[in-house]
């Protein structure tokens, strides 16, 4: 870290990005608690199965968010406002045509995802409840990924943390009430999480409209031909890469369901503390993503090339200490997420596979900061694309064959390896050129 004003902005702006990340699978937690201590263990299973075909209704269209940031740091660099603004209103359009095309078809979405997820039939039950009450929230949502990604690519990270803040505050209030106190169950959990999509919504217009150096609505600048297909190329790029991995966690899931219920809950308290780590350690991801966006703009290679090194040290050192917490202490951890005796020491028994999987994937999350900065999107495609295909389908296959959990957690760490070598090959082979400060321009303009 030998230039202090990269170092500060960087350390300023993870700083903001963690506290506003963490709050998020501490929402997520909180939900696994209040289902967690229920009387039947079939709701938090059924969340589980739920969240999964989630992660792909919503993480599919993840470019909202992605793709808006790189785009908007890179107009930021170059100090065009107009595009920045146009870039808002781009993906925001965006976001309302496929939230409506979400619900149009929310009933075929839901027979279809449960019928490629094996859960038990009271499990499949509470996971359907829990889907038909949070699809509603499917407008606020994509809104609520362009808008993150549009004031993470202008530095406005106060403003994520706010809004994050806000929807979570929401999403645990409501949960208690419906799930403890109305006892709703999964159907109070989908629609906590919906109502607090749209608290989100509403400050952030708000916090948009406020904004000194508003630019309004331009159809001749949100429709630009070359733009739009620039556009459409990169999202296209992110959506492939995005679906490829959201498709290892489903199949980790699903073979857990596969495996047992009591494999599932054991699986899904572990996940659970990934999902932590992983928002801590994106939170210098996303720092990467904006400055890297910004220094693109500015072919600011050197710069570039520090970012770099900064980040792989911060994304293990947000890694290490959540780890040696679990592993030291699995009883206590996992023991406030269940009351479930069994499901405790089967988590505990299982918590040294976050070693290699949350030590790893640090890395891997950082690369993909840097990359989506970068606006690399068919590199991301073609990394995730090896390394969920080639690499963690037919080990996950062959750990459901033998009934091996064991496998099944080799499976996916050798998963988040593989995006290591892949991501990390190409940065070395290119960085010793000029490359991301010139072909990585030219594809967003």
């Not at 064959?401 to 499976?411: F, I, K, R, V």
Request: hydrophobic content about 55%.
């Amino acid at each position: 870290m030998t230039d202090p004003g990269l170092r500060g902005r960087f350390l300023r702006l993870t700083a903001i990005n963690i506290a506003s990340n963490v709050t998020v699978p501490l929402t997520g937690l909180v939900d696994t608690a209040m289902l967690g201590h229920l009387d039947d263990i079939r709701f938090l299973a059924g969340v589980a199965l739920g969240a999964v075909l989630f992660d792909y209704v919503y993480w599919s269209f993840g470019f909202l968010r992605m793709g808006t940031t790189g785009t908007a740091a890179q107009a930021t660099g170059r100090g065009d406002t107009g595009e920045v603004y146009a870039t808002l209103h781009r993906a925001l359009f965006l976001a309302a045509c496929i939230a409506a095309l979400l619900l149009a078809l929310k009933v075929p979405i839901a027979r279809l995802g449960f019928l490629a997820l094996s859960g038990e039939p009271a499990v499949e039950a509470a996971g359907r409840a829990y889907f038909d009450a949070r699809i509603w929230g499917a407008p606020a949502t994509l809104a609520n990924f362009a808008l993150v990604g549009w004031f993470l690519g202008r530095e406005q990270v106060r403003t994520v943390l706010a809004l994050t803040v806000v929807a979570n505050v929401t999403n645990i209030v409501l949960d208690w009430w419906w799930i403890l106190h109305l006892g709703l169950a999964a159907t109070g959990a989908g629609l906590a999480t919906a109502c607090s999509q749209y608290a989100m919504l509403a400050v952030g217009i708000a916090l948009v409209l406020r904004q000194t150096d508003r630019h309004p609505w331009s159809s001749a600048a949100v429709f630009d031909r070359p733009r739009l297909v620039a556009l459409f190329r990169l999202n296209a790029d992110i959506l492939v890469r995005t679906l490829g991995l959201i498709t290892a966690f489903a199949v980790f899931a699903n073979f857990s369901a596969i495996l047992g219920t009591a494999v599932l809950a054991a699986n899904t308290l572990l996940l659970r503390i990934l999902s932590v780590a992983s928002y801590a350690i994106d939170g210098a991801a996303f720092a990467v993503e904006t400055l890297a966006g910004t220094m693109l703009g500015q072919r600011n290679d050197g710069g570039l090339r520090r970012l770099h090194r900064m980040s792989l040290i911060a994304g293990e050192a947000f890694a290490i200490p959540l780890v040696a917490i679990v592993v030291a202490f699995p009883g206590a951890v996992f023991g406030v997420l269940t009351s479930h005796d069994a499901v405790v020491r089967d988590a505990a028994a299982l918590a040294p596979w976050l070693v290699p999987v949350i030590g790893i994937g640090a890395i891997a999350y950082v690369y993909d900061g840097l990359f989506l900065g970068l606006t690399e999107g068919r590199r991301l495609r073609n990394s995730m694309l090896a390394s969920a295909v080639v690499v963690f389908l037919p080990l996950a296959w062959a750990a459901r064959a033998l009934d091996s959990n064991t496998l099944l957690w080799g499976a996916l760490t050798a998963f988040m390896a593989a995006r290591v070598a892949t991501l990390g090959g190409i940065w070395l082979r290119e960085s010793r050129r000029t490359m991301f400060g010139t072909r990585a321009t030219a594809t967003v303009r």
